[in-house]
Each structure stands twice: as structure tokens, then as C-alpha cells.
């Protein structure tokens, strides 16, 4: 089975400032895509970026990018000029491929102050 | 993108008594999945829902608490039976699109007292 660790439950950060959020996975597939949803404290639960393991580069959408280290089993999410709209839970989550299950973390809740 | 309108949005409920979620999807979509998500915790899967067949149910829960319909393309309800405080939690459906990228409703946050 798969397993997806987020081992920071709380972080914060500076308007404007960088931050970055770990996530590790364990599996034994070879394909299989990894993702980053935001839960605003609206609960709408929103895909922030979605990175495919077979590719090596790293998934960009705009002020968000992912460093996927595949060997190390590493994703983690990084947020530059952190916005306040950025505060919101944050989980990574884990698709086998031709699954369709979502396995998630236990998310990173990620507070920006002004 | 898919739109997906969740209700009831938040209800309060007495235990024993059973509540039904109601999800509707702007467009048809094969499957449905239905996540639970407690209190400061991540999103669990309950079951997936194909039209015309019976859910399918991940480990630790079963068709008698959790029973689903899948009348139709674009619809699908999770029944929450005989409510106990444990199952206060946050009641999400999902559907894909394009194979990997999820959409959700905006839950029903559910407390039974």
C-alpha cells in the first residue's frame, strides 16, 4: 500500500517571503503522479499542481513548483511571494497510475502573516 | 474544470438518526468517490461510486453505515445510517477529470450529537 508522510502539521511565513513543504511517499509502482491541493478555510478542496513521475522536470504553476527527487521519494512544494490567499491546509497526495484513488498526507496547515 | 454542487453544506444531527449527502456534477463523469475527512485529519476514502453497479468499498467501511446511489451520470448521494459522534466529519465527493485531476464539492461538515 501506499503511504504519504507530511511531516511538518504547522508553518508559517512572511507576506512576500518563500516557503517550502515537505511531503515523502513510499510506493513500489513506477507510474504513478503526485499532486499538492489547497483547503482554504472554505473547505473547497483546490489542486494546486500535479507532477508525473515519469517526467524529470519539475511541475511549475506560476508562483508554485514542486522539487520531485524520485529516488529519495521526495515532493515537496514550494510557495514564492507568499500571498495572504495562500494560508490554507495543504496536502500531498499519491495516484497510482490507472488507479484513480487519491491517498493523501496529513496535511500542512500554512499560515501567512502580513 | 468540473463543478460540483455539494449538499447539505453543514447539518447537525442527533446519533442514531441517518443523514444523506446529495452531490450533482455539471457533466457526466463515470465514477464518483466519496472521501471522509476528520476533525484536523487528511481526506480518507470512503467508497467509489459507478453508475449502474454497486460502490466500491475501501477497507473499514461498509455498504450498511455508508450506502450510496449512483442513479445517474451526474449524481450521486452517500447515506451517513445510524449516527453515532464519531462520525462527525467533513463529507467530501470527487470526481476526475482527464484520469488524474480531481474536483471536489465543498463538503458537508457533519456533527452528530
Given at each position: ?7 511538518q502539521p504547522e508553518m508559517s511565513v512572511q507576506e512576500?517571503?518563500?516557503v ?20 482554504p478555510p ?37 510557495i514564492?511571494?507568499s500571498q495572504l490567499g495562500d494560508t490554507a491546509m495543504y ?17 500542512t496547515k500554512l499560515t501567512v502573516n502580513p | ?113
Open positions: 500500500a501506499q503511504t504519504v508522510t507530511q511531516s512576500a517571503e518563500t517550502t513543504l515537505s511531503c515523502t511517499y513510499d510506493t513500489s509502482e513506477s507510474n504513478y503522479y503526485l499532486f499538492w491541493y489547497k483547503q472554505s473547505r473547497q478542496m483546490i489542486l494546486v499542481i500535479r507532477q508525473e513521475a515519469y517526467k524529470q522536470q519539475n511541475a511549475t504553476e506560476n508562483r508554485f513548483s514542486v522539487n520531485f527527487q524520485k529516488a529519495a521519494k521526495s515532493f515537496s512544494l514550494k514564492s511571494d496536502f500531498c497526495a499519491f495516484m497510482k497510475g490507472g488507479s484513480e484513488k487519491l491517498v493523501f498526507g496529513k496535511g | 474544470s468540473a463543478v460540483i454542487s455539494q449538499k447539505p453544506s453543514r447539518d447537525i444531527c442527533q446519533r442514531g438518526t441517518s443523514l444523506t449527502i446529495q452531490c450533482q456534477v455539471d457533466s457526466q463523469v463515470t465514477m464518483m468517490f466519496w472521501y471522509r475527512q476528520q476533525p484536523g485529519q487528511s481526506l480518507t476514502l470512503i467508497a467509489t461510486a459507478n453508475q449502474g453497479s454497486e460502490a466500491t468499498y475501501e477497507s473499514g467501511f461498509v455498504i450498511d453505515k455508508f450506502p450510496i446511489s449512483r442513479p445517474n451520470l451526474t449524481f450521486s448521494t452517500l447515506t451517513v445510517s445510524n449516527m453515532s459522534p464519531e462520525d462527525s466529519s467533513i463529507y467530501l465527493c470527487s470526481v476526475l477529470r482527464g484520469k488524474t485531476e480531481a474536483f471536489f464539492g465543498q463538503g458537508t461538515r457533519l456533527t452528530v450529537v
